[in-house]
């Protein structure tokens, strides 16, 4: 126990969280790639589960690996990281691979990965340090303001054109990032308002092209079928939300039990944008509850840590990271259920995926640093406390 106590350090709630979200995803990437071993592997689930197992391996690896540094020396490292991102992202954007009408993926040295997975974490990483270093002159619109909003606008703009849903993601969580490190608000709501105006118009633009494989056209058609589902003949999206509705009104309240789904042979992309439909039917409500609750309890934990820490700079990082990983599961799940138009966004340490899994586990990585430091001040205040107790 000791052992364990001296090798898992930290927020004990984040490790039992990724245990079992790790759990959650090797049980529902089994079952749900029925279809996929059959086209891949002649019907061998088994291959699937170790391929899986091997790359949720890495990502834990990655995840304990980054754990293991203390969280300020990640202050120069994101710095950096910010900067590579930038390129990283034009380069995707020109000579990335073509994947579902979208470059969204790069080969770099044999390795293939969203080159925003790596951007989003660089710049919430890079936004903490700058919100840590400028907490003095915070409300200033120049020596604040526009410093901390040229990151933002680089790297989502970047993203926009070929992943809208993940420059969504990211712009909303740097906007309650920097809402949390305390900028002035009014500067904030007008940014806000400026960048939608200038997006609309973006928007307008394109789709004035009459360009059916511009990637504007389809987030419009996604949308527009998504509020008018009956208007004209029946899309891939619609399929996808049939199935995926279907599924989740077969789990009900118990489920169909583990490995008996059957929208599994039906749905596009079971095991990563709509897992959670998958869930749903095998483990029916009370699962799909219990997989919402791991992440709500994730983000309470990062406030929890941001709360407890001194330095502004942990605090900032853990809440970035850990409200972007969850607003990233909220979508994910509110396509599952309807609740959303399709977008492509997989389930955070649950689909497969070897990239998303990595990236995922950095993320985990430096919010558990952050929380082991916590726990170290902790201790410190309570060996005062006991020596001033026992004078």
Known sequence: MKLFNKLFQGDRVIWMIVALLSLVSLLAVYSATGTYANARFGGDNA??????????????????????????????????????SIPLLLYTLFFGVDLNQAQRVVHIMGISFQSSDFAKIA??????RELTLRQDEIKDFKHAFIPLMLPVLIIVGLIFPENFSTAAILFAACMVLLFVG????????????????????Y????????????????????????????????TEDDYQMIMSKTAIAKGGILGSAPGRS????????????????????????????????????LLYRSITIMVAIPQSFGGFLSFGLAFMLVMQAMVNMGVAVGLLPVTGQPLPFVSMGGSSLMFTGCAFGVILSVS???????????????????Y
């Open 203 to 234: 928007i307008l633009i394109e789709l004035n092209d009459n360009d059916p494989d511009d990637r504007v056209n389809t987030w419009f058609n996604r949308i527009e079928r998504y509020f008018n589902p009956a208007e004209g003949e029946e």
């Open 123 to 128: 710049l919430i990483g890079y936004l903490a």
């Open 262 to 297: 059957t929208q599994r042979n039906f749905l596009p992309h079971p095991y990563s944008d709509f897992i959670f439909a998958i869930i749903v039917e095998e483990y029916g409500l009370l699962g799909a509850a219990f997989v919402l609750m791991l992440y709500l309890i």
């Open 47 to 84: 291959r699937v589960l170790l391929s899986h197992a091997g790359k949720m391996f890495i990502g834990l690896g990655v995840l304990y690996f980054v754990y293991l540094f203390k969280y300020t020396y990640y202050s120069r490292i994101f710095q950096v990281a910010f900067l590579l």
């Open 182 to 201: 305390r900028i002035n608000m009014k500067h904030l709501m007008a940014f806000f308002g400026i960048a939608l105006v200038i997006m609309s118009f």
């Open 372 to 390: 082991r430091e916590v726990n170290k001040i902790k201790e410190r205040k309570n060996e005062v406390e006991t020596t001033q107790d026992n």
